[in-house]
């Protein structure tokens, strides 16, 4: 079996919406970090890994204007989760760029993800059959950070129209997934999926921000 798929062939959606509940609502991603917004710093990190970006979010896409990237929102209702998400990717990918044959989904509120995230990722899927490939750091699976061939999206809108587990390793249970480990330590001393759900998890980035070298 070849495993291996071009990063030419990637499209990165980034999961740049969600409720923020825990965060006191709005727009997380787009709160300050290091002097930018949270999201900025996400894709400084992603630009250099990946060709073609699309942001994920729902409700007025004017908000996300400053960023020159197209907005999809969730194709299905009901705030069905990052898998609403990753299917939005899926779908853009298929109607708009027939050389597409993967999407990596990539959290919005993780500004410290591996800088080889999508290289490594692309590596460990066969270059022959569909297989999600999902990240892992410290034994525990980051599963919103992923490679999801393009091939699934059918069955995957089918799964949540259907009304079935919007949690994401119930869908992946039904095909076959590859884990990839990466390293636990990072410069800013944090694990590298660290994602900032409350404000005091923020308050930790801003710190870790602070500690890196400019």
Same mark, same amino acid.
């Given at each position: ?106 959290? %919005?509120?993780? !500004? +410290? =993800? ?6 490594? @990722?692309? *590596? /460990?899927?066969? #270059? ?60 800013? %001393?944090?694990? !590298? +999926? =660290? ?6 998890? @923020?308050? *930790? /980035?801003?710190? #870790? ?6």
């Amino acid at each position: 079996m070849t495993h291996g798929v071009a990063v030419s062939n990637i499209m990165a959606c980034v999961l740049a919406g969600g409720q923020s509940r825990r965060m006191g609502g709005g727009d997380k991603t787009l709160l300050e970090l290091g002097g930018r917004s949270m999201l900025e710093v996400v894709l400084d990190r992603l630009q250099p890994q990946v060709g073609d970006i699309v942001l994920n979010a729902n409700g007025d896409p004017e908000r996300f204007a400053g960023f020159g990237l197209p907005v999809v929102a969730d194709p299905v209702g009901g705030y069905a989760g990052p898998l609403a998400g990753i299917l939005a990717g899926l779908g853009y990918a298929r109607a708009r760029h027939e050389d597409i044959s993967y999407v990596v989904s990539v959290a %919005g509120d993780t !500004p +410290f =993800f591996p800088s080889d995230l999508v290289a490594r @990722l692309c *590596t /460990a899927v066969p #270059a022959d059959k569909p297989v999600i490939a999902l990240a892992s750091s410290r034994n525990k699976l980051h599963p919103v950070f992923g490679l999801w061939p393009v091939a699934l999206a059918d069955d995957l809108r089918a799964w949540l129209e259907s009304g079935q587990s919007g949690k994401v390793l119930a869908f992946v249970d039904r095909h076959d997934s590859v884990e990839v480990p990466f390293d636990a330590e990072t410069a800013t %001393g944090l694990d !590298p +999926f =660290f994602n900032a759900n409350r404000p005091d998890d @923020l308050d *930790t /980035a801003r710190r #870790a921000m602070d500690s890196l070298p400019s």
